[in-house]
């Protein structure tokens, strides 16, 4: 059965020592493409140079795609500040009024910061953090632990979004200033 198969692919395909079935001259061909014109509408092309505009419907779902997990990271963010605070100070465990509520005007935030800049050209994407450091030192531990949840995704997303050299930099420059200012106490207890 093999042998067949050989013998009718084999039958199937021209010979290359065949002469073609109609046998047209150079000059000939060269006339029929003239006269078609198909040259002349291959040069008449212009290429679009332009990019197709980026539409807000893509610019809404690629934001969706960093929208959910920074939101996800903000509730277990929002989900783990009370439990420190609430729980060995007062002896009372969050309720889940109050972490719909922060969520409830944290998320929309947290949705409209990513969308205005995420991929814009013109925006400064590096976040001081020297002020950031400077603003924690300077209030009280109960303040900061309020600001954690929001500051801390926002810190994760920036370090996401930056590239490698501008994150060590920045780190640097903050573990200088906390070198400096002698607020290592405040760090390692």
Same mark, same amino acid.
């Given at each position: 059965?093999a042998?067949k198969?050989?013998?009718?692919k ?7 020592? #065949? ?6 001259s150079?000059q #000939?061909?060269?006339?029929?493409i003239?006269e078609s014109?198909?040259?002349h ?9 332009e990019?197709?505009p980026?539409s ?6 690629? +934001?969706s ?5 920074f ?9 783990c #500040?009370?439990?420190q ?19 409830s ?14 991929w814009?050209?013109?925006?400064? +994407?590096?976040?001081?953090e ?9 209030g ?8 954690c ?7 994760v997303?920036t ?18 200033y ?5 607020y290592?106490?405040y760090l390692f207890?």
């Open positions: 059965m042998r198969i050989r013998e009718r084999a039958s199937t395909l021209p010979k290359s020592n #065949e002469e073609p079935l109609i046998d047209i150079e #000939e061909q060269w006339r029929l003239n014109g198909v040259l509408k291959i040069a008449d092309q212009t290429p679009n140079p990019p197709l980026y807000l419907i893509d610019e809404i779902l690629d +934001t795609l960093f929208i959910i997990p939101w996800s990271l903000l509730l277990l963010m929002e989900m #500040e009370p439990l605070s609430f729980s060995h100070i007062y002896g009372r465990h969050p309720s889940y009024g109050t972490l719909f509520e922060r969520m005007t944290g998320g929309p935030i947290l949705a409209l910061f990513i969308f205005f800049s995420l814009k050209p013109g925006l400064p +994407t590096d976040i001081n020297t002020e950031k450091s400077k603003l924690f030192s300077k009280s531990w109960l303040v900061n632990m309020r600001q949840p929001p500051l801390a995704t926002i810190w997303y370090a996401l979004e930056l590239d490698l050299g501008a994150c060590v930099a920045g780190l640097a420059v903050t573990g200088f906390v070198w400096w200012n002698d290592q106490k207890r």
